[in-house]
């Protein structure tokens, strides 16, 4: 008699975001005069750029004729995409990163949920607090995590490293060691981020107590100050320590469109098992590569019209979150985030939780956000907004939440 | 200090197709003035349908304009992708599937690797033997397999079911009970299939014994037998103990483009467990849905005129099916499949094993196969060739064969 997997009956409802449209559903359905505004899941809005539409189309007419048919791919990605990738986001950067250790895959979500099967259910995770939640929920589904509180909210077997506004929002060291360390630097939700000096420090203390930094710089394109690191590999000591998840879905609005990468360095070692052959074993033996004609769309973010194009996309969400960020704090609102990142965090007013602004907000204003609580315990009196929306959409929004 | 998955250890060698790879490019480089052909990966090299080109085109500028720009997919896949795949691969063969009960995916290698997740790792799997060597792999590396005598090449914890000349290629009831069990019909690599009443029995038996039979027709398309099973649907009872895998790969060419989908029915159970809510809820965490201009691909798949230049598609590669099982048999080899499945399957001559087959095959053809002990032990002495290449290579291998 089979049995199931008894890790998936831990976890504490559902997903986030899945909760939230349903929510948004319920009140759409009971209101259907309201005009709703989303701002709440990080999806994008803006079209792809024209240099990516252009390159798109050459490749799909490629797949129309059997002399420039592309069927599988190279187990890791094609060369045309990786060494692009190499040049511009590592080497361009002075990071001593080489094609040979990039990923070519569908995106950082699966990622960032599948990189933790390559270490053993023993290990410790250590998450900032609140965070992005796939990495908390693809422990829980691997067995890693211990059991669940549900009054604090919180997983016997994480280690929480709190990022609130009393600290910043800059995780402190544990007290206990972890074995691996999730960052998501810029942060998802909060929209903070920490310095290159402050990263060396977590890089230094990674190779000294053995832990793996599983970073994620989903939003490195969105950084707009000097010392903020666009990839941990900048940090002296990186490549013994770090393994780096890179998007292609904020920078270049491929949230529907599904590319990303994950960086191995082959200095990552256990003794001498090599990280970066687990990586390229599990690639090989539970993947089949990102369609062809996406890749080529990958390639073009990296041209010269491509980076143009993505530059004026991004100071366009840039701009969207300078106006919530000063339209908020003209409301009487506290927040932080939005410089580095396209997501604005707020405190909610009036001692509400979280999801009772979600509420709030919704039903009064018909704006969506995302309850800060649902990203972890320390979420809570907070609440995220993104910069996604179209410009339009979010002047209307921060007219609605000045008039509430 | 971290510690690694050590299961991943276990696994003898590298991926099949990869090794495959490395010898043919060592061959290539040693000897570059040979044209080498290659029968071996079960890659398409036909372009992709007419329909299906302009359909990605059409999906390309919506991305376009912010009008008619999608983000991220529905969870699940797209309705307009999966009410189609309800209504023409299971409502039109009389099966009861309903469009909820199909999850969209990239691929049907990533299914059939994810999909143990969702089981304990208690559990013990049964395989037909040979097989497409990704089953067991991904439960080597979940930790599912026991230990591995490198002498039988088998796992001691795997219940492997012969399927040989001596039985027919007909998997029998194993003497042990299984949890779950991978049936890959028709058949990867052996591309024989078995029929209708058969397979029920094998529903049966699931049924009786509390099995889940995890059921791969990613080569239901070249079925041209009318008592073969296109789904594992067909058969009464399947809604309790089938998962089935579909591929978009091999009927429309999409092994570069990459689409696939899995049917979990809602009456699959254990106890009061959906095992379709764990399947959604893995896809809803870990995973973020296929590109949406694939998606509209994937529908166009299903469109009449798609529908009618895949038929088309497929007899061109049955075309060369018949070529190599009578190119073959002329040439004095015992062959077995190619009739309902775009794979023959050989008995090396002279006792010969499958590499070394492969090799002298490499070397005094310069034709590229597949060798069947790479798809477990059952398969030595056994070899595969693919009718995937175009009809000039496929006769010009016969040729060659021929004159061996």
């Not at 800059?170 to 903070?192: H, M, R, S, V």
């Amino acid at each position: 008699m089979f049995k199931i997997n008894d890790n998936y009956l831990k976890l504490p409802g559902s997903y986030l975001f899945s909760n939230i449209a349903k929510k948004v559903d319920a009140y759409s359905k009971a209101h259907p005069d309201k005009e709703i505004i989303r701002l709440g899941i990080g999806d994008v809005t803006q079209p792809l750029a024209p240099k990516i539409i252009e390159t798109l189309h050459e490749a799909v007419d490629e797949m129309a004729h059997a002399e420039t048919f592309h069927g599988y791919a190279p187990d890791l990605g094609y060369a045309f995409l990786r060494d692009t990738i190499a040049k511009n986001d590592y080497k361009d950067r002075g990071c001593d990163i080489s094609a040979d250790e990039i990923f070519v895959s569908d995106g950082a979500k699966c990622d960032s949920g599948n990189i933790q099967e390559i270490f053993s259910v023993d290990n410790k995770i250590a998450v900032c607090d609140p965070v992005y939640p796939v990495y908390v929920d693809t422990n829980v589904m691997a067995g890693r995590t211990g059991t669940y509180d549900p009054v604090t909210e919180t997983w016997s077997d994480v280690i929480y490293m709190p990022c609130t506004a009393e600290n910043n929002f800059i995780p402190e060291f544990p007290k206990e060691a972890p074995d691996l360390i999730y960052l998501c630097i810029p942060n998802n939700p909060t929209g903070t981020t920490i310095t290159k000096s402050q990263l060396q420090e977590w890089v230094d203390y990674a190779n000294r107590i053995g832990a793996v930094i599983i970073y994620d710089a989903a939003y490195e394109a969105y950084i707009s100050e000097d010392d903020v690191p666009h990839s941990i590999y900048e940090c002296e000591g990186a490549r013994t320590c770090a393994i780096e998840l890179r998007s292609f879905s904020k920078n270049a609005g491929f949230t529907g469109t599904r590319l990303g990468f994950t960086v191995v360095p082959k200095d990552l070692k256990a003794g001498d098992v090599s990280l970066h052959a687990l990586w390229a074993r599990r690639h090989g033996t539970k993947y089949n590569g990102a369609p062809y004609i996406i890749q080529k769309a990958g390639w073009a973010c990296y041209t010269e019209e491509g980076k143009a194009q993505l530059k004026e996309q991004v100071a366009y969400y840039m701009n969207n979150a300078k106006t919530i960020k000063e339209g908020l704090k003209d409301a009487g609102f506290t927040v932080f985030g939005g410089v580095n990142a396209p997501y604005i965090w707020l405190k909610t007013p009036d001692k509400m939780t979280s999801w009772e602004f979600f509420d709030y907000l919704l039903d009064k204003a018909n704006v969506v956000g995302t309850p800060g609580s649902g990203f972890g315990p320390s979420g809570e009196g907070y609440f995220r907004l993104t910069a996604f929306g179209s410009h339009e959409n979010t002047l209307r929004a921060m007219e609605r939440i000045k008039n509430l």
